[in-house]
């Protein structure tokens, strides 16, 4: 495929697209922001907490999700990272509530095996 028919291409699919935010950004300097972001994590993780979005996204929610996502995310405007206090807060929510799920079921985690 050559350079034009890359370019009218390309200019196709985003006349296609009406209303999404993919028309008229720069996804070099999008996606630049999302390693810069992902870089400044530092960790193979993130907790980040969600922000209210005018499509319906429900501020508050804490996740804990892959760096790449979590850079992603923050970058567009669907959250921000957790602080330190609300990142200690959810991996705390966390392990108490698998401590709760491991001894009110430990009957599931069982295993027996039949003689041979």
């Given at each position: ?20 935010r993919?028309?008229g ?6 996606y ?10 530092g ?17 508050g929610?804490?996740?804990?999700v ?8 923050v ?8 602080t ?6 959810f991996q705390?929510?966390?392990?108490a ?20």
């Open positions: 495929m050559s350079l034009d028919a890359a370019r009218t291409s390309a200019r196709a699919t985003r006349r296609r697209l009406p209303n999404s993919i028309q950004m720069d996804l070099k300097a999008h630049q922001r999302i390693r810069d972001v992902e870089r400044s994590i960790a193979a993780h993130a907790v980040i907490v969600s922000v209210e979005t005018p499509d319906g996204g429900k501020a929610v804490r996740t804990e892959p760096a790449h996502v979590a850079a992603r995310m970058v567009e405007g669907r959250a921000r990272l957790a330190e206090q609300e990142a200690k807060e705390e929510q966390t392990s509530a698998k401590r709760a799920a491991d001894q009110r079921d430990p009957l599931k985690r069982m295993q027996v095996l039949a003689p041979k």
